[in-house]
């Protein structure tokens, strides 16, 4: 089992970037495929990224590819997105999720969360 925690939300203007972590304890996240979801006031939860065990391949929703990149920590416990040229769109609270199968852009195939970070992209 592992647990995850995200941090590095706030507010930042459209534009801006933002970096959001996933901590994770319990077993290293290299044992699981990790995905970033998100989900806006109102909306359903949507996938964002996704990224092998190895970390070779990556995955991205169609809003976000070009701006956003998953990747994984040298310590094989953490992992990232990196989100630059942010807009008011993508203002939501993101999740970080483990898989213990393939690699997926549907939630419910994935079998631990976060709690969450908030992200507002706002001027």
């Known amino acids: 089992q592992v647990q995850l925690v995200e941090s590095g939300g706030g507010l930042v203007q459209p534009g801006g970037s933002l970096r959001l972590s996933c901590a994770a304890s319990?077993?290293?996240?290299?044992?699981?495929?990790m995905g970033w979801f998100r989900q806006a006031p109102g909306e359903e939860r949507e996938f964002v990224a996704a990224?092998?065990?190895?970390?070779?391949?990556?995955y991205y929703a169609d809003s976000v590819k070009g701006r956003f990149t998953i990747s994984r920590g040298n310590a094989k416990n953490t992992v990232y997105l990196q989100m630059n040229s942010l807009k008011p769109e993508d203002t939501a609270d993101y999740y970080c999720?483990?898989?213990?199968?393939?690699?997926?852009?549907?939630?419910?195939?994935?079998?631990?969360w976060g709690q969450g970070t908030q992200v507002t992209v706002s001027s």
């Open positions: 319990g077993r290293t996240c290299s044992s699981y495929v």
């Open positions: 999720a483990a898989s213990l199968g393939i690699v997926s852009t549907t939630g419910r195939d994935y079998n631990y």
């Open positions: 990224i092998t065990r190895n970390g070779a391949i990556t």
